[in-house]
């Protein structure tokens, strides 16, 4: 579950967000596991990793696409 959350930018965010406000006790038994792994600092650092990647990822592949067209 942990996987396929962090795979979501959407889902990742809204987890990250969930957990900043500690709200993470009314998520019950996946708010535990979420705040097993997102709430360290290695969680931390791949949630931000992975949103960096979801955001730079579709921009270089837009750059090299515009790079070979002639506009």
């Known amino acids: 579950m942990v996987l396929i959350t962090a795979l979501s930018p959407i889902d990742l965010a809204r987890v990250q967000m969930l957990l900043h406000l500690d709200v993470s006790a009314m ?11 997102f709430g360290t600092t290695i969680g931390l650092i791949a949630s931000f990793v992975l ?18 067209k002639d506009l």
């Open 27 to 37: 998520m019950g038994y996946t708010g535990a596991i979420f705040k097993d792994f």
């Open 51 to 68: 949103l960096s990647l979801w955001a730079i990822l579709p921009f270089i592949i837009s750059l090299k696409k515009f790079k070979t």
